[in-house]
């Protein structure tokens, strides 16, 4: 099983992107899916999570209200939209996904990880 992320790329503070991770190799319906980021010189941390319905998520703090997360499991897929981007968003982002449940995920574990997609924001 694979996870790809893309639509990662350059951007002002203020604007906009949205990333997608699409999962081959088998089903993820049953997975709680999540982003992660790492930016320069920085550890790895938790940005958002979403179980199996589109109803149950969670966000670190600093990006609540500025990103959302969804997912469409027909199309085996995730998605990240960031608004109101910030120079410290910058970083490489990682798509996940994890059986064991949503705690698995905020304590940055996960069975499946993405090669990641780089956001760079300008000040």
């Known amino acids: 099983a694979q996870l790809v992320e893309s639509g990662g790329g350059s951007v002002q503070a203020g604007g906009s992107l949205k990333l997608s991770c699409v999962a081959s190799?088998?089903?993820?319906?049953?997975?709680?899916m999540g982003w992660f980021r790492q930016g320069p010189g920085k550890e790895r941390e938790f940005v958002a999570a979403i179980g199996w319905t589109n109803d149950n998520t969670n966000y670190v703090d600093s990006v609540k209200g500025r990103f959302t997360i969804s997912r469409d499991n027909a199309k085996n897929g995730v998605y990240l939209q960031m608004n109101s981007l910030k120079f410290e968003d910058t970083a490489v982002y990682y798509c996940?996904?994890?059986?064991?449940?949503?705690?698995?995920?905020?304590?940055?574990?996960?069975?499946?990880w993405g090669q990641g997609t780089q956001v760079t924001v300008s000040a």
């Open positions: 190799g088998r089903s993820f319906r049953s997975y709680h």
């Open positions: 996940a996904a994890d059986i064991r449940g949503m705690a698995t995920l905020l304590s940055s574990e996960a069975d499946y």
